[in-house]
């Protein structure tokens, strides 16, 4: 799917990120199920995660992002006009926890929603908001991606439980001023023909949580690693030269790409295929392993609070999850 040009560009105005305190080190993981960090470094690339502590929900996460993202922004709670959660991890089935942010924030003047479209949902967030304000309808809105993964995680299977960790990014979307960057290009899609591939199976009207249910895991997240795997590399590369092209970009104008934070192979093969250098591909995955929703979210706050790149400069930003889902923005900073 792909958008017109429209009068009112939208820039970024701020990025905030927050991830919990605990460190769950490969090393620990090695104790609780059969696995190495030999294994899960070679095969992914991660060496630890964080862990939300039992009374920290992804609500509090997201805040915390959201007010790191508003003080860069320059902007106060009450500025806001839209507040889009991307999680699927929610507080609570409903309300949705874009309401919970807003009550924290003291967003008062904002319409609060949540977005599922599982690791694909920050940029899926991004061109629902920037479609919104180039229309007229808000003047900004605050994006969030926020999950907790380690509520939805069998810490029994050691084919899953090595790759989440849990973390929440913020981006301040706001109407350009002449002369400030914009977001030039957006790129979504989606495959539910893949539905299988990765999935909660349970905790919804398919198959509601019983105690049986429960403690067949069927509340945690289970995945076809290799499909997936084949699936993201294919689909995140199209995506990204979708939204390069169509900002009358080449991969040599992309000062950095900042793609989903799920496996290093998966980042190396992107790389490879759209002939960006590594060094200008940033990778944060060793020290948060996959946190869905905010991989991408908190990837693009570091990269612009440790200057990976800077005003003026041409970034991707590239994402694949569960559906299949995938998406890509260009970025002119
Ligand atoms: O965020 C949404 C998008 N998600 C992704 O993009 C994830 C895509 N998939 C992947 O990143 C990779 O497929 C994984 C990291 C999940 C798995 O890597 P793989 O190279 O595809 O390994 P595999 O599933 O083919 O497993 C290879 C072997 C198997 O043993 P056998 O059958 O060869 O004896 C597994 O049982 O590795 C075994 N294995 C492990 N061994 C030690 C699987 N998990 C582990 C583990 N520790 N944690």
Known sequence: MSEATSAIEVCIAGTGSYVPEKILTNAELAVLVDT???????????????????GEFTSHMATHAARRALEQAG?????????IVATITPDTPTPATACYVQQALGANNAVAFDI??????????MKISKRLISDGAFKNALIIGAEKLSAVTNWDDRTTCVLFGDGAGAAVLRR?????GSILATEMGTD???THLLNIPGGGTACP???KNANDHLQTLTMMGKEVFKHAVNRMKE?????????GLHPEDIACVIPHQANLRIIDAIADRL?????????NLDKYGNTSAAAVAIALDEANRTGAFKRGDNIVLVVFGAGLTWAAAAIRW
């Open 36 to 54: 190495s960090d030999e294994w899960i470094v070679s095969r992914t690339g991660i060496k630890e995660r964080r862990i939300a502590a039992e």
């Open 116 to 125: 599922s479209a599982a690791c694909s949902g920050f940029l899926y967030a």
């Open 75 to 83: 902007m106060v709670a009450e500025d806001i006009e839209l507040i």
């Open 176 to 180: 350009a001023e002449p002369g400030e």
């Open 239 to 247: 995506a990204a030269e979708k939204v390069i092209s169509r900002a």
């Open 192 to 194: 539910g023909n893949l």
């Open 209 to 211: 949580i019983t105690a």
């Open 275 to 283: 002939a960006v250098p590594n060094e200008r591909v940033f990778v």
